[in-house]
């Protein structure tokens, strides 16, 4: 185990609507990305935040955002849901931003979008 | 683009044999890269790290190359088990962002 959780584990909404995610990182973690895996891809950089700030970001639209709380728990909130945002929802914590890091994934959550 | 290839989608073994896994990458230099094991239904989980001034790096019966020539990382599995059967991520460092880029993966099976 890694000691990330994630919740929900499914999600079905349909399109256009609004969705959260949610991640508890492991305690002392400072750093969490998250990523989003379509089927039969590797998981792809949504963003990453440090102390609670983004610390970059990857090739998504706006209407993908979060959270970052001093508690070790982050959000992941995605508006006017598409089609495309059909995929596994990856969250990782890590002890820093370095490059040397090593990411602890969740089990991720599945959402579907109708 | 930076671009990571993974050999192949899929990888069929016999028990006991040694699987080779490849990884090449374009259009950058990373620093540091590693290798996770994804179940189905999972998250990946990290297995090892390797940095661009070390040549080979080993733990237990895995075994990762890293040559900065060929922008190309090995991973080897020794004494394979069916146990071992999953999907096999490679992730270079050094996204624009500073973050991890995976590729495809590689799905492993080894046949008892």
């Known amino acids: 185990e890694t000691g990330v959780t994630q919740s929900p584990t499914h999600l079905i909404k349909t399109r256009g609507q609004q969705v959260t995610l949610r991640c508890s990182s492991q305690s002392g973690h400072n750093t969490v990305s998250w990523y989003q895996q379509a089927l039969g891809q590797g998981p792809q950089f949504i963003f990453q935040?440090?102390?609670?700030?983004?610390?970059g970001r990857g090739n998504f639209p706006p209407r993908f955002s979060g959270l970052q709380f001093p508690n070790y728990s982050s959000e992941l909130n995605v508006n006017a849901l598409e089609l495309d945002d059909s995929a596994l929802y990856l969250c990782?914590?890590?002890?820093?931003?370095?490059?040397?890091?090593?990411?602890?994934f969740g089990s991720g959550t599945q959402l579907s979008v109708l | 683009s930076q671009k990571i290839e993974q050999n192949s989608e899929a990888l069929n073994i016999q028990e006991g044999k040694t699987a080779t896994l490849t990884c090449n990458y374009t259009n950058y230099s990373p620093a540091y890269l590693q290798w996770y094991r994804q179940d189905p239904g999972r998250g990946p989980v990290f297995l090892l790290l390797?940095?661009?001034?070390?040549k080979e790096k080993r733990k237990e019966r895995l075994k990762v190359t890293f040559d900065t020539t060929l922008k190309q990382s090995l991973f080897h599995i020794t004494a394979s088990q069916p146990a071992d059967s999953a999907t096999y991520l490679c992730?270079?460092?050094?996204?624009?962002?500073?973050?991890?880029?995976f590729g495809k993966g590689t799905k492993l099976s080894v046949k008892p």
């Open positions: 992730a270079p460092y050094g996204g624009s962002q500073g973050n991890l880029i």
């Open positions: 935040y440090y102390r609670e700030e983004e610390n």
């Open positions: 390797i940095r661009e001034n070390e």
């Open positions: 990782a914590s890590s002890l820093d931003r370095g490059a040397n890091e090593k990411l602890f």
